[in-house]
Structures are given as structure tokens and as C-alpha cells.
């Protein structure tokens, strides 16, 4: 079956770095998504990564590695809104994205 | 910038009603999608459709149909509300580039929709 694995909650201090992983079996791979979802809104798109590797994009970066079938989104100098949900998405071989169930990160000050 | 909008931010229903989610997107985007959110579980889909009446089931098609007449609209309908339909329902669209490969899903404000 088709699967995506992230944490269900982390925690982090406002101005810190955090790293929030995600691993994936899917049926195919075409590219894989983080999307950042606040509370009561709809999710918004942050990366998405098909070759391995580091792809950097102000304070958040997002890595792939396919043979591992593992991603981490980073988040650096922490802000209070980045207090959010982030959702990982696999695109299988169909074209679909597999979503996984999300992970809660609450920033203390 | 692109947008989707939903008919509804809170809609409030009982069981056995028939119910409508409108969905409209402004960027002429090929695909859309229709999604259920509950606590603990990832995005769901229900269905998603890539051309004007053209329609495929998703993961969790039982008990809802959708209709899409034109190109930028997409409805998801619940033919006889239950309990268990009770969700967060999010609508997404998105572009499919000339590879024929979808691009990131673009998502309305979503529906909260609850079934007394």
C-alpha cells in the first residue's frame, strides 16, 4: 500500500531551527510537495522536490532523497507565524498526490 | 494571483438532506479536485476531474457525486447527508503542464460542513 510518515507534533522556540521529516513508499514517484496549512485555512504551497537534493527558498528549505524515499522540510530563525500544520504530499505514478496526516508545529517564545 | 473560492465557509445540514459545495476557480486551471480533512488523517480524496464533464473517483467516492458543466466550476454533491460526512471539505484545482504532468494544487478556504 501507499504510505507518508511525518510526526504528528513538534515543538520549537522562536528563533531556532527546526527540522520536520517525512518518508514515503508510494506506488512511483513524481515529485514531492510541502504544503503549510494554519489553523481553520486552506493548505499553501511551499516546495516541491523531484531530484535529490537541497532546494532552498528564503528561511525554508525542503530535501529529497529518493533511494531513502525520505524528505525534511527546515524551517530557520523561527517566527510565531510559522506556527502552523505542514503537510507532506507524494505524487505517485498516477499523478495523484498521497498526503500524509500532517505535522502540528507549535513555536513558544 | 490564482483563486478558488467555495460557496460556503460553515454549513450546518441534517441527515438525509441533499447538499451542494460549489467550487470556482478564476485561473483556467484543467484540474480539480475535491478533498475531505478530518483530524489524524491526511486529505482525502473524494473526486477529481481534468476536463469539463469528465469525472474519476478518488479514495472515498461512497456517498457523494460531482458535477463540473464548465471548466471552472466543480460541485460536489452529498445526495443524503449522514453523520459520518461531518468534515472539513477542501476544493483545489491545478494546472497540467505540457508533459501532461500536474503542477501544486492551488485550494479554496474550505467548507466546514456538519451533519445533525
Known amino acids: 500500500g501507499q504510505n507518508i510518515d511525518q510526526p504528528t507534533e513538534m515543538t520549537a522556540t522562536e528563533g531556532a531551527i527546526v527540522q520536520i521529516n517525512c518518508t514515503y513508499q508510494?506506488?512511483?514517484?513524481?515529485?514531492l510537495f510541502w504544503y503549510q496549512q494554519h489553523a481553520g485555512e486552506a493548505p499553501t504551497f511551499l516546495s516541491y522536490?523531484?531530484l535529490d537534493g537541497l532546494e532552498e527558498k528564503g528561511r525554508f528549505s525542503s530535501f529529497l532523497s529518493r533511494s531513502k524515499g525520505y524528505s525534511y522540510l527546515l524551517l530557520k530563525e523561527l517566527q510565531m507565524k510559522d506556527s502552523a500544520s505542514y503537510l507532506c504530499?507524494?505524487?505517485?505514478?498516477?499523478?495523484?498526490?498521497?498526503w500524509g496526516a500532517g505535522t502540528k508545529l507549535i513555536i513558544k517564545p | 494571483d490564482v483563486k478558488v473560492t467555495q460557496s460556503s465557509r460553515y454549513l450546518v445540514k441534517r441527515t438525509g438532506e441533499k447538499v451542494f459545495l460549489e467550487c470556482v476557480q478564476d485561473?483556467?486551471?484543467?484540474?480539480m479536485f475535491w478533498y475531505r480533512q478530518d483530524p489524524g488523517l491526511g486529505l482525502r480524496l473524494i473526486y477529481f476531474?481534468?476536463?469539463?464533464?469528465?469525472?474519476e473517483k478518488g479514495d472515498i467516492p461512497e456517498g457523494y457525486s460531482v458535477s463540473r458543466e464548465k471548466k471552472e466550476r466543480f460541485s460536489l454533491i452529498l445526495e443524503s447527508a449522514s453523520t459520518n460526512q461531518t468534515s472539513m471539505y477542501l476544493c483545489?484545482?491545478?494546472?497540467?503542464?505540457?508533459?501532461?504532468?500536474?503542477?501544486?494544487?492551488?485550494f479554496g478556504p474550505g467548507t466546514r460542513l456538519t451533519v445533525t
Open positions: 483545489a484545482s491545478s494546472f497540467i503542464g505540457t508533459s501532461g504532468v500536474s503542477y501544486e494544487q492551488y
Open positions: 485561473m483556467d486551471h484543467e484540474n
Open positions: 476531474s481534468y476536463d469539463v464533464k469528465m469525472k
Open positions: 508510494t506506488s512511483g514517484f513524481n515529485g
Open positions: 522536490n523531484v
Open positions: 504530499a507524494v505524487m505517485d505514478s498516477n499523478y495523484q498526490l498521497i
